[in-house]
């Protein structure tokens, strides 16, 4: 990441620049989703599929369903897929038609394990990918549902 100067004095505001770098990293996640979803449209746009990433096709998608589900649901796609589902694409980069069950088994595992995500959290984002590809699947953009084939975590009731 290039130098940014905070405009601050040199010593005595710690807590100032952590929210001025805190406002940054968040300026520049933006400004890259925003480039992801522009090469997404670009690419459906132009009938182009054939080298879309999975993560671009998946901002895509959420534009699509943004106007016809519950705004709460919505919300708490967008939320989840600019987490750790963004997060693990965008270190992984796997074109829409190359994506494989057991990319999206990787995936999984590195939830459970790395973040130490709960098996309940995983079938949530295992809901949104499953939604995404089922749909690229009816455009037929992709000529089967690599989800459909993984094995997701077994879901955990509280007694």
Sequence with gaps: MPWRSTGLKERGNK??????????????????????????????????????????Y??????????????????????QSNNHIKRYFLEHPIKLKDLEPIHIQNFYNELMEKYNLTANTVIHHHAIIRKCLDYAF???????????????????TIH
């Design 15 to 56: 807590k100032q620049a952590l929210v001025v770098a805190e406002e940054l990293k968040e300026k520049l996640e933006k400004e890259l989703q925003l480039k992801t979803l522009d090469k997404a449209e670009t690419n459906s746009n132009t009938n182009n599929t054939t080298d879309i990433l999975f993560i671009e």
């Design 58 to 79: 998946l901002f895509y998608w959420l534009k699509i369903v943004q106007h016809t589900i519950e705004s709460s649901t919505f919300t708490s796609y967008r939320q």
């Design 138 to 156: 009816k455009m037929n953009v992709i000529v089967s549902n690599p989800a459909d084939k993984v094995q997701r975590p077994k879901k955990r």
